[in-house]
Nanobody, 118 residues
């Protein structure tokens, strides 16, 4: 089964930046899209951004202009570069792969914590 491993989370102050990485255990370069969800305490998991197999991208409104998703197909890796972080960005960020007809990813990573403090 495909496994995803996230890294790059941490603690930053308001206005800071972080870059998350997610590596897939198999070569899924052209087969699957990848992306990121997040879940804040007491809230449902929500889509942050995803990049499709054709490299088209989608962002949540709050991420537009601050976050940038990219991928290295040769390494089956997806990145999320986050700038101008706000306290509301505090959440566990989950990497996902292979979008399904149910409108969600088929595979998930364990998540990486992002904490933004004022």
């Amino acid at each position: 089964q495909l496994q995803l491993a996230e890294s790059g989370g941490g603690s930053v102050q308001t206005g800071g930046s972080l870059k998350l990485s997610c590596v897939a255990s198999e070569d899924i370069a052209d087969a699957c899209g990848m992306g990121w969800y997040r879940q804040a305490p007491g809230k449902e998991r929500e889509l942050v951004s995803r990049i499709r197999s054709d490299d088209s991208t989608e962002y949540a409104d709050y991420a537009k202009g601050r976050f940038a998703i990219s991928r290295d197909k040769a390494r089956s890796t997806v990145y999320l570069e986050m700038k101008a972080l706000e306290t509301d960005d505090t959440a566990v960020y989950f990497c996902g792969a292979c979008w399904t007809t149910r409108g969600e990813f088929a595979y998930w990573g364990q998540g990486t914590q992002v904490t933004v403090s004022s």
